[in-house]
């Protein structure tokens, strides 16, 4: 994979000014994706993710900022050239927008009406349906069709022109979760196969989990975190991001379940409850081995979870330490120094649960 920026966005601020009221959906935020990327923007309703991603393709002009995308200064280009422009910038959003009175084929076509002769269009059609297992519905119409499989004809639609970029706002977030998975893999295929750069938002963190390589955390317009993936799943550093991580990996529900256990409500003094976190070959076992043989520090396993995260395992243990304070401490160093994130978990907090 190159390293080359495709997409640069730079201190965009986006205000909107709606009957007095002023909204700064967007404050300073500067974003750059490499060629070959699926970059993730995550956060809850509201963060600004919609708002900033509709700047790459100049449906929302930034009230501040720089945009550049291919190499073009996308503020600077004519109607004309942004016409041109958006079209190697595709585009899927949760509601499919089909067109519910034409076929299946010809919603799929309906962007090369003008740029191509009958036949090539036909040809490229059946060629963008096959690419997402769709030949079969050409002559259909969209009422006839499952979710999983309009949002199947929606990207087949995006990729007509030949994007280089698929921008994907929360696109799966009204399927269920297995149809979900599905078009999480397609797009990751197409990512690999057409050398596709995907800029994905989302609220769920499970959906980035799944394909991205990247990550951006939004929060009341900013991002607030990024990173590559498995270090941002393996070292968050704000709370929300986080959250979203405890979310997706289950331990949120783990943590419920244990947060009600008289065992952890009512922990000693020479007791913590903790999470830790770690990436790669290393091992649950051997640490906990360690850790009793080095400090006496006997670990009681409340809960495990190792995630395979781009072909890494990525860890997750929620353990009671007990021992001496001073060997706890000890302990909790060892932790660090071994490169595992550890994190004291309050049962009585009730913000984790
Ligand atoms: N055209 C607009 N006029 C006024 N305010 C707007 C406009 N578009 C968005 N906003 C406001 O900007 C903020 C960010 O909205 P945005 O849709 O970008 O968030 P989001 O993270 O994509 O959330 P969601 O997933 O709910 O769309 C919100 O407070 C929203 O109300």
């Known amino acids: 994979m190159t390293n080359e920026a495709i997409i640069q966005l730079k ?57 550049e995308v291919s190499g073009q200064d ?117 990512n690999k196969e057409l050398d596709l750069t995907v800029v994905l938002i989302t609220h769920e963190m499970e959906a980035v989990k799944e394909i991205c390589n990247k990550v951006a955390v939004m929060e009341a317009g900013e991002i607030i975190e990024r990173g590559d993936l498995v270090t941002i799943f393996s070292r968050p550093e704000k709370p929300l991001t986080q959250d979203f991580i405890n979310t997706a990996t289950q331990i949120n529900q783990a943590l419920e379940k244990i947060f009600r256990q ?24 051997p640490l906990i081995t360690e850790l009793y043989k080095r400090y006496g520090v006997v670990s009681n396993i409340l809960y495990g979870n190792v995630e395979i995260l781009q072909d890494t395992p990525l860890g997750n243990l929620i353990v009671v330490m007990s021992g001496e304070p001073d060997k706890l401490a000890a302990a909790w160093q060892y932790c660090q120094d071994a490169g595992i994130n550890i994190t004291h978990l309050n049962p009585n907090d009730s913000e984790v649960a």
Not at 262 to 278: G, K, P, R
């Open 11 to 67: 201190d965009i601020d986006v205000t909107f000014h709606n009957k007095g009221q002023t909204v700064e959906a967007v404050k300073k935020v500067s974003l750059t994706v490499e060629r070959g990327d699926i970059y993730g923007v995550v956060g809850y309703s509201g963060a600004g993710k919609s708002t900033l991603v509709r700047v790459i393709n100049r449906l929302q002009r930034p009230t501040a900022g720089s945009v």
């Open 262 to 285: 008289a065992a952890t409500l009512n922990l000693s003094e020479s007791q913590q409850l903790v999470q830790l976190q770690y990436v790669g070959a290393s091992t649950d076992a």
């Open 74 to 190: 996308i503020l600077a280009l004519n109607p004309r050239e942004l016409r041109t422009a958006r079209t190697k910038i595709g585009m899927i959003f949760q509601h499919f927008n089909l067109m519910a009175s034409r076929t299946i084929a010809d919603n799929v076509g309906y962007p090369l009406k003008g740029r191509l002769a009958r036949d090539e269009r036909k040809k490229k059609v059946a060629h963008l349906l096959d690419l997402v297992g769709l030949s079969e519905k050409a002559e259909d119409y969209p009422a006839q069709l499952s979710g999983g499989q309009k949002q199947r004809v929606a990207i087949a639609r995006a990729l007509a022109n030949d994007p280089e970029i698929l921008i994907s706002d929360e696109a799966t977030s009204a399927l269920d979760p297995k149809t979900t998975s599905s078009i999480l893999e397609l797009l990751k295929r197409l």
